[in-house]
């Protein structure tokens, strides 16, 4: 052994990562099923050690000292909520004040020979970049989730995968990559974008070698159609697709390719939460590592089972930089407890239903870019793509549209009609739209460069 140094494999213990947090298939077979007590008890447990971790760590210990909570006071799962939550304002003070990587990380680089690490960042295109330092049990426990999330998706040890994410500074592909390896057994082709694989050879490769999955946005997927039909395939019958991306039209992709359609959720410094099983009604929290709170957007206090408000996310799994009571601004709600109709008593939230921090209140209403964008594409002749810009006219706010459509443009102007008039009918307010060809917004959305599209810009100013 070289002196000092303690390489990945003494770094994790696998065997203790495969009893604490199973890896599909056995999880879906074991702790997927195990009753509300035994659930809670183990959260309750991990809980109070990750308190005592976060505890030593400057940007959680001064918080929770200035609010009056310490870790002694978790005797059980509600105690929870006597603890500060905190945003991504939180961390941007906190990297500001101690640049360049803030004081809410549990290690730093400087540990690196003792304590094997990754960092990846989030935020890079808007403001500083903020880094989250993952330990190599943070990774490869983290990969677990997301392997569960992916064999819920369909894809199968030895199936072969198409990572087609970028390979950046951003999470996205390296936890793709690592799930499907270290976890899944997958054969993992690592073509990225389109920048970087041709978007044909993209579709050779998926043919030549069988692949069951191209995971990629569903706008980057609808691409990855067409350009097998132009090369005279059938993207159903020739690609073996067999599991489809949580990003996209639902529908849309289900019968382009022939598969089913299941929704996850999980974010850059966690790792993936929580997703759908058969029933399609609701997505399963992986329960053994997070805690998921529902919270008023505005207020931060707790909010009724079926409310839509922020998701609150304390996970329980890691031993480097702490995730604990983060209001990441990503709306949804949670299920009552109860067993759901494939056996799980796991508690469920509804599916992403939009950002927090882009909420637009229009004239006493509140509005979120995605829910307005949802609604405007379920009009006749629009394609799922839209982007939401909110602006400030004559001392008033304004919520405008753009739609896409691929019909003739001499229907644009009934489409435009019909997009404002359902606008005006769901959310009583006037919103208007415009209606361009597919591609023009590519540019506002970003959606090949970007890992998640972007729908909203807002023009407002302070
Ligand atoms: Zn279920």
């Known amino acids: ?76 799962l509600d105690d929870l909520w006597k603890c500060p939550s905190y945003t991504v304002d939180d961390i941007r003070i906190s990297i500001d004040n101690n640049p360049p990587y803030g004081d809410y990380q549990g290690v730093t680089p400087a540990l690196a020979t003792r304590e094997p690490m990754r960092v990846y960042m989030s935020g890079g295109t808007t403001g500083k970049s903020r880094p989250t330092f993952y330990t190599a049990w943070d990774r490869m426990a983290g990969a677990v989730f997301t392997a569960r999330a992916l064999y819920q998706l369909g894809i199968r040890p030895g199936d072969v995968v198409l990572n087609s994410w970028a390979y950046s500074t951003h999470n996205g592909a390296m936890c793709f990559d690592e799930a499907l390896y270290s976890w899944l057994n997958c054969v993992v082709l690592t073509t990225s974008t389109g920048n970087v694989t041709s978007t044909e050879k993209q579709v050779e490769l998926a043919i030549q070698y069988g692949a069951t999955a191209i995971l990629t946005t569903g706008d980057y997927l609808f691409r990855i159609a067409e350009v097998a039909r132009s090369l005279g395939y059938d993207p159903e019958k020739d690609l073996k697709i067999r599991a489809l991306p949580n990003i996209g039209d639902a529908d849309l992709l289900s019968s382009t390719f022939g598969a089913p359609y299941y929704r996850s959720y999980g974010f850059h410094e966690v790792q993936w939460v929580a997703s759908e099983c058969e029933m399609h009604d609701g997505l399963h929290i992986y329960e053994d590592g997070f805690i998921v709170q529902v919270v008023d957007v505005e207020t931060g206090e707790p909010l009724p089972d079926g409310s839509l408000g922020s998701l609150c996310v304390t996970e329980l799994y890691k031993t480097g930089t702490a995730q604990f009571r983060y209001n990441i601004l990503d709306l949804s709600y949670l299920y009552p407890k109860g067993q759901c109709g494939c056996g799980s008593w796991l508690r469920k939230i509804g599916p992403f239903a939009g950002r927090g921090d882009n909420m637009v209140k229009l004239r006493g209403v509140n509005l979120w870019p995605e829910g ?74 970003e959606f090949l460069t970007s890992p998640k599209p972007k729908r909203f810009k807002d023009e407002r100013g302070g």
């Open 372 to 445: 307005v964008g949802e609604v405007a594409c379920s009009v006749s002749g629009t394609l799922p793509d839209y982007f939401v810009t909110a602006s400030r006219v004559n001392n008033r706010d304004e919520l405008s549209i753009i739609v896409v459509s691929g019909r003739d443009s001499s229907q644009f102007a009934d489409i435009q009609a019909e997009v404002e008039r359902v606008l005006h009918g769901r959310f009583g307010l006037k919103i208007s739209a415009s209606v361009v060809r597919p591609g023009e917004i590519d540019h506002l959305t």
């Open 1 to 76: 052994m070289a002196q000092g140094i303690r390489r990945p494999h003494e770094a994790i213990d696998f065997a203790a990562i495969e009893r604490m947090y199973p890896p599909p298939p056995e999880y879906f077979e074991t702790a997927y099923f195990e009753d509300r007590e035994t659930i809670e008890r183990k959260q309750l447990a991990r809980l109070i050690d990750r308190a005592w971790r976060a505890y030593e760590i400057p940007f959680h210990r001064n918080r929770w000292d200035a609010a009056g909570f310490h870790p002694s006071h978790l005797k059980t």
